[in-house]
């Protein structure tokens, strides 16, 4: 009987084990999804900034030359 009971012990660590990787591998790969959403938001959130900026400085460039054009008009009338 001892010799069983030491055999069952051994079947629950090894069972505990078992499930203690499989809990740690999941909670693993939650964080790693998580991380990934994560980095995918940044990338969008900067994607949107730079759009931002360049379509800023693009209207930066446009807004003197319609200036001048109408400057020039108002001249020649």
Same mark, same amino acid.
């Given at each position: 009987?001892?010799?069983?009971? =030491?055999? =069952?012990?051994?079947?629950? *660590? ?7 990787? @499989?809990?740690?591998?999941? *909670? ?28 800023? @400085? ?7 030359? @319609?200036? @001048?054009?109408?400057? %020039? %008009?108002? =001249? =020649?009338?």
């Amino acid at each position: 009987t001892h010799q069983r009971q =030491y055999i =069952y012990s051994s079947f629950y *660590i090894v069972e505990l084990s078992v499930v203690t990787l @499989f809990i740690s591998g999941f *909670i693993a790969m939650l964080k790693f999804v998580a991380d990934w959403f994560d980095l995918v938001a940044h990338k969008k959130e900067v994607e949107t900034e730079r759009l931002t900026a360049e379509l800023n @400085f693009l209207k930066a460039q446009i807004n003197p030359h @319609f200036l @001048f054009n109408t400057l %020039n %008009n108002l =001249y =020649y009338l």
